[in-house]
């Protein structure tokens, strides 16, 4: 049996009390990021916003300016790229319509409004905290305002970290990059100007915006429909994805899965010759593509390449 001198059981007391009050306060840090997170989700969809902002992949920067309003059980959005061609995306209460840079023509799709009815793809945080870990980081200045770094470690490799920098006065992120892995950037958004409350420009009075969503000037008509009666199913799913929702068109049927964080979707269109084959990325976004059970298979999203190909290869006929 060990029996301790007085000084050294002194000390042996200071040292887990020392040990007990880091537990205590590792465990308190992650309940408040668990909580900013929280607070974070809420402002991005009940909230009105406006501001500029800009959006970097490795050299490449591009600049956009949103407005963000929120109108009952509806979410309404402009996005217009300030840099380069003249990219215009409207979001109504149904619809969104996307105005392609040199032609006359203006894509309306259905499906893919702001009506909160439709389902969000949210998860609960103790299903998010069984894929990733989050600490509290410090603070900084960004677009003129204080701010609170939340650091999201992912828990496996099915996912990227992130490091989110949300306003302390409303819980918007000012900031956020994408990590792999190594840690090393992937993407990163950051706004340089950013406004709320009552300034912000009324987007459901701007008819010219509106307007394009109205169900006359639809050009792709997407139905939301039940996964389960799509005709497909999904074997198995990378750790923590699940399918919150199908949409389908003429020619081709969109699967959405999320984590809680991370967001992907699926395509299944009829073949052709032309379809993706392997890997392809357009600045920090990934698409997979096969051709399977008599059909083009595309995911698409910002999640390492694995999570991509398992997705892909887990559809089968239902």
């Known amino acids: 049996m060990l029996v301790l001198s007085a000084p050294k059981m002194r000390n042996a007391r200071l040292l887990l009390c020392a040990l007990g009050a880091l537990i205590a306060a590792g465990a308190q840090a992650g309940e408040d990021a668990q909580a900013w997170f929280e607070r974070m989700r809420e402002a991005l969809h009940g909230q009105d916003y406006e501001g500029r902002f800009v959006y970097q992949v490795g050299p490449q920067l591009e600049a956009m300016y949103v407005v963000h309003r929120v109108s009952g059980a509806v979410e309404l959005e402009r996005l217009v790229s300030l840099n380069g061609d003249h990219k215009q995306v409207i979001r109504g209460d149904r619809a969104v319509a996307c105005l392609e840079p040199g032609k006359h023509a203006i894509s309306v799709i259905e499906g893919l409004g702001g009506d909160s009815r439709q389902p969000s793809g949210q998860l609960d945080s103790a299903h998010l905290l069984n894929h990733y870990q989050m600490v509290m980081g410090e603070r900084q200045r960004i677009a003129g305002r204080e ?26 992120p000012l900031r956020t990059v994408m990590l792999d892995k190594h840690g090393q950037q992937q993407s990163q958004t950051m706004f340089v100007e950013l406004k709320t409350g009552k300034d912000i420009t009324p987007i459901e009075h701007d008819i010219s915006a509106l307007q394009l969503t109205r169900p006359e000037r639809i050009t792709v008509s997407a ?13 198995t799913l990378p750790p923590g994805f699940t399918l919150h929702s199908s949409r389908a068109d003429s020619t081709r049927r969109h699967f959405i899965f999320s984590d809680g964080l991370a967001t992907l979707s699926l395509y299944v269109e009829p073949m052709a010759e032309d379809g ?34 398992l997705i892909a290869h887990a559809i089968e006929p239902q």
Do not use: C, N
């Open 147 to 172: 701010a609170q770094l939340i650091r999201i470690m992912p828990r496996d490799g099915f996912r990227f970290g992130y490091d989110l920098y949300l306003d302390r006065d409303t819980g918007l």
């Open 223 to 235: 139905s939301v429909s039940d996964p389960a009666s799509s005709g497909w199913r999904f074997a």
């Open 276 to 309: 993706l084959g392997g890997f392809s990325s357009v600045g920090a976004t990934w698409a997979y593509g096969a051709q399977r059970h008599g059909r083009q298979i595309t995911a698409v999203g910002e999640v390492p390449r694995e999570t991509l190909r």
